[in-house]
């Protein structure tokens, strides 16, 4: 059959459309995530939508699986293919429509880049507002798909603040146009809605009209030694309620930097401490930010603000490249969500937890202070079996799980469920809940071909 299949898809797309070599099956099969083994069918590239909707249908008589494909930079194996699957990649559709400036909106393919559609828009004073170190890379279908958030949640929100319309192949086949172009609508569902962050199960996203900001105005950035993430709960509170705006507040732990400095060369900032802020402002009536550090005594271990934009854009690498950094070693990742008010308790917690089960474990703690997102990446050590590691982080997980449900939090903040936090999905989130989102699922993909075993199984 898969023989037949393949010919098929290779007659009415062409022979360079699809791939079954073993090298091309390792690279797009998986994404940033390497618990899974990739195990493809083939990868097809479809140039448009008319044959996206062709190879969908094509899936769906013959009953073969569809694992949707963007920029792979995910972080919950969302995008791996390990069970024989199709990976249909987006990559070509990577048309950027032109921009309606008075509507503030602009259509692309989902294939585009994100950082691609920024140099766009940058020419029009406009931009899309989910920054991600991965912009390089990660795409807009994959950002809307995976509902991604980054380090301009705190003033922007996510990415599904910022879409109007989405243009999908349902499981099938058939092409619909969800939304439109209105920044007002409430004629019925947000069914565009439903999509964002629907990790490609329900819909392959196809193209989408976006909803633009104008640039943000020149901001000011600065990174704060402190002695732990309270401290650094401290320090936000306290520069909310100054005359600023803030874009981004982000902490790190040392080992975090350390890593960076290694990975990357660049000079440490300040003096070693427990915990560093990274902190992004606008400063529209020119608060004296060194003089109000300075101002908050024994708070403020140390304290550099940038001077420049090239100084300012350095300082950012310490918190942009802790991923690339931390990406060459053996890690297990987590991505927690708890209310902001309860994030530095949480982070004591996961300290101590850690200390106490774990001791010669390094934990590499960091996270979007103003979204209550705590990043946590465990080091595996040298003399653990891979097998020995995995059971042990099974474990630690289950741990974190249970301190975040604490705190009415939530196991994925930003980074999703995927096949890596399946497993867990109903220790955060109410049975009933997972119920209905069986339910929508069934009810969009009766036979489960889109991206099937992704965040539950059926
Ligand atoms: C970030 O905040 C990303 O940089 C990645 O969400 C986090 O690597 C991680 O664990
Ligand atoms: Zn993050």
């Known amino acids: 059959m898969s023989t037949n299949f393949l010919e098929q898809l290779r007659a009415n797309l062409g022979a360079n459309a699809v791939a079954t070599d073993p090298t091309e099956l390792q690279h797009w099969g998986r994404d940033w995530t390497r618990a899974f083994e990739p195990a493809p069918l083939a990868v097809v590239w479809p140039r448009d939508t008319a044959e996206v909707a062709f190879v969908v249908q094509a899936c769906s008589e013959a009953c073969v699986a569809i694992v949707p494909s963007g920029g792979r930079t995910g972080l919950a194996a969302g995008a791996v293919a390990a069970r024989g699957e199709l990976v249909l990649s987006l990559d070509r559709l990577r048309n950027v429509g032109p921009v309606d400036v008075l509507n503030r909106s602009v259509t692309v393919g989902a294939g585009v880049p994100n950082a691609v559609l920024q140099e766009a828009l940058a020419p029009h004073g406009l931009w899309w507002p989910v920054d991600l170190a991965s912009k390089g890379s990660a795409t807009i279908g994959g950002n809307l798909a995976t509902n991604a958030g980054g380090l301009r949640v705190l003033r922007y929100g996510h990415a599904r603040n910022w879409v109007l319309g989405l243009e999908v192949v349902l499981a099938s086949g058939e092409m619909v146009r969800l939304g439109g172009a209105l920044h007002k609508d409430n004629s019925g569902y947000a069914l ?83 915990v560093y802020a990274l902190c992004d402002v606008e400063n529209p009536r020119g608060l004296d930010l060194a003089g ?94 891979h097998e020995a590691w995995r059971a042990a982080c099974a474990d630690a997980d289950r741990a974190l799980y249970a301190l975040v449900a604490t705190h009415g939090g939530s196991l994925s903040a930003e980074h999703g469920i995927g096949l890596l936090k399946k497993p867990y999905l109903g220790l955060t989130r109410d049975g009933a809940e997972v119920a209905q989102m069986r339910a929508v699922k069934r009810a969009l993909d009766p036979a489960n071909l889109l991206n099937p075993g992704k965040i539950f199984d059926l």
Request: one cysteine or more; hydrophobic letters at 50%.
């Open 192 to 274: 565009q809605q439903l999509l964002v962050g629907s990790e490609g199960t329900l819909g392959v996203i196809t193209a989408a009209t976006l909803a633009l900001a104008p640039l943000p105005g020149p901001s000011e950035v600065f990174v704060v030694g402190l002695r732990d993430f309270d401290a650094a709960a401290r320090l936000f509170g306290a520069l909310r309620s100054c005359s600023v705006t803030i874009n981004a507040f982000e902490a790190l732990t040392d080992l975090c930097l350390t890593r960076v400095v290694t990975h990357t060369g660049l000079p440490r900032p300040l003096p070693t401490c427990a």
């Open 292 to 385: 109000w550090l300075a101002g908050l005594g024994d708070l403020v271990i140390d304290a550099v603000v940038a001077t420049d934009r090239a100084q300012a854009e350095r300082l950012w690498q310490y918190r942009e490249r802790i991923t690339e950094s931390l990406q060459p070693l053996r890690l297990h990742k987590n991505d927690v969500a708890v209310p902001v008010s309860a994030m530095a308790a949480l982070a004591g917690e996961v300290s101590k937890w850690f200390a106490a089960h774990r001791p010669d474990w390094q934990v590499a703690l960091f996270g979007h202070v103003g979204d209550g997102n705590l990043h946590v990446n465990a080091l595996a050590p040298q003399h653990l079996s």
